[in-house]
């Protein structure tokens, strides 16, 4: 494909046309933010504009523009969901690059508190986290894949707190458990105006831990009890980590017997989890338990045509087809392969052809051999049970430490050319008796148990990334 057919990424200011945005340019400075504002009113909902623009003032300081807001939690959400968005169109409008700068005016927030739109502000600012506004249920691609999981979060950002309670969401990495909660979040703001948490189970952790040390654990439970709406992606972070869960188990049922809607991803089942508490386990069961799997060839084949649209770009269809069929087990991988491909057409000029593809995405598309090593397998089980990697290799017979070692021996035989004496050895000096009971033992579980052989399905796939 020439440079032609290349189009840049659609931004908000494209419906605008040149004479539109000159005319804009030449006006005096203290129009700038009025026309910005307007701009921002035709794009985004009703909603968000009043809850995030509609109440806030500006003011030319030479080449700078001032925007006030009411409070710095307040410019922590404005930054985050519209800063980029803000500083563009103004560059636009004024035709210069010119500095913005924030600052923060109580006196603005006190006037919210008798003005119209109190409601929608304070609302606003109860969004705690960072939701990705480009995250929408509209730019979802639903298969067979993950059909399910896309109607379970449609009926829960439909009702929240009223069905599927907690819902939890599991699947491997890049398969679009981030995007649908981030979906629910989204529809939930832009209708509703309810208070949402969001976090990563990282995070919840480390604000647990500094509020043990700044002995503020009473207002790290207000701050978490007092939502409509939580969601904690990657809650299998806290496994393991015996005070984190006490609090969550506390929050959870805090939140769960006032009908409050609790939202979970996680790389694994519950059952899955190794070291979390069976209270926990066993609640994260009450609601929906939905499995996101890896999306099919078609699914694989529209998230390619719907992103290439997106980049303004024609995908021949034997490239998509290469692509699709190559790279099978992550969407977030798909995509950045797309990205790749477009990023060295536009700067080579180059056409995007099969040839040109297999260049540049060598090393995704697995043309070569992709040597795996024993430690590799070791780390990565290690972390997907939540074990330090000399476990793998120590003496330890606990269950918890030696059915990981048996999993990662079996892969160690299934990905790689080691024989069983070389693989014994890297497990600690063991002998090619026990490698061989443990391929034995894992083959014939696999055999036995669906879910079980579901499940080393996922690790096979984790360990080949």
């Known amino acids: 494909m020439s440079r032609k057919h290349l189009k840049p990424l659609a ?7 040149a004479c539109t945005i000159q005319a804009m340019a030449s006006m005096n400075n203290e129009s700038i933010w009025q026309h910005v504002s307007d701009l921002l009113k035709e794009e985004l909902p009703a909603s968000r504009f009043d809850a995030w623009i509609r109440s806030l003032s500006a003011h030319c300081d030479g080449q700078e523009l001032v925007i006030k807001v009411p409070s710095r939690f307040f410019l922590d959400g404005l930054k985050n969901n519209y800063g980029v968005k803000i500083s563009s169109l103004i560059r636009q409008v004024s035709g210069t690059d010119m500095v913005v700068s924030y600052l923060v005016d109580h006196s603005l927030g006190e006037a919210l508190e008798t003005s119209p739109q109190k409601t929608t502000v304070s609302q606003a600012s109860l969004v705690d986290g960072f939701i990705d506004p480009r995250f929408t249920f509209d730019n979802f ?8 999981c896309h109607a379970a ?9 009223e069905i599927y309670n907690p819902l939890y969401l599991y699947g491997g990495v890049g398969l679009g458990k981030t995007h649908l909660i981030n979906a629910v979040a989204n529809s939930l703001i832009s209708y509703n105006h309810i208070r949402i948490a969001y976090r990563t189970g990282e995070r919840f952790t480390n604000e647990l831990i500094q509020a043990i040390r700044n002995g503020s654990t009473d207002q790290f439970r207000n701050q978490y009890r007092q939502v409509d709406v939580l969601i904690i992606d990657d809650i299998q972070f806290i496994a393991g980590k015996d005070r984190t869960q006490e ?8 939140l769960y017997e006032i009908k409050k809607q609790i939202i979970l991803t996680s790389d ?4 899955e989890l190794t070291n979390l508490m069976e209270r926990l386990r066993s609640r994260f069961n009450w609601g929906l338990v939905a499995d996101i799997q890896a999306p099919d060839l078609e699914t694989r084949l529209a998230i390619l045509s719907s992103k290439a649209e997106l980049a303004g770009i024609i995908l021949d269809e034997d490239v998509a087809h290469l692509l699709a069929s190559r790279i099978t087990n992550n969407v977030r991988e798909l995509e950045g392969a797309l990205t790749r491909l477009t990023a060295h057409a536009t700067l080579t000029g180059r056409t995007i052809d099969i040839t040109f593809s297999r260049h540049v995405l060598r090393d995704l598309l697995h043309e070569e051999v992709r040597a795996i090593s024993i430690v590799d397998i070791q780390k990565k089980v290690a972390s997907y049970f939540n074990l330090n990697i000399r476990e793998m290799t120590s003496s330890k017979r606990s269950k918890n430490v030696a059915y990981p070692r048996q999993i990662a021996m079996y892969a160690s035989k299934d990905l790689t050319t080691q024989s069983l004496p070389e693989i014994g050895s890297q497990f600690g000096g063991r002998d090619h008796t026990t490698v061989l009971h443990a391929v034995r033992k894992i083959k014939k579980m696999r055999e036995e148990s669906d879910d079980f052989d579901e499940e080393m399905s996922r690790i096979i796939a984790l360990l080949k990334q």
């Open 11 to 17: 931004r908000l200011d494209d419906k605008y046309d």
């Open 141 to 148: 691609v639903v298969g067979s894949g993950n059909e399910f």
């Open 153 to 161: 979060c449609r009926a829960v950002a439909d009702k929240p707190g």
């Open 247 to 254: 609090e969550f188990f506390h929050t959870f049922n805090a």
């Open 268 to 271: 694994r089942s519950p059952r």
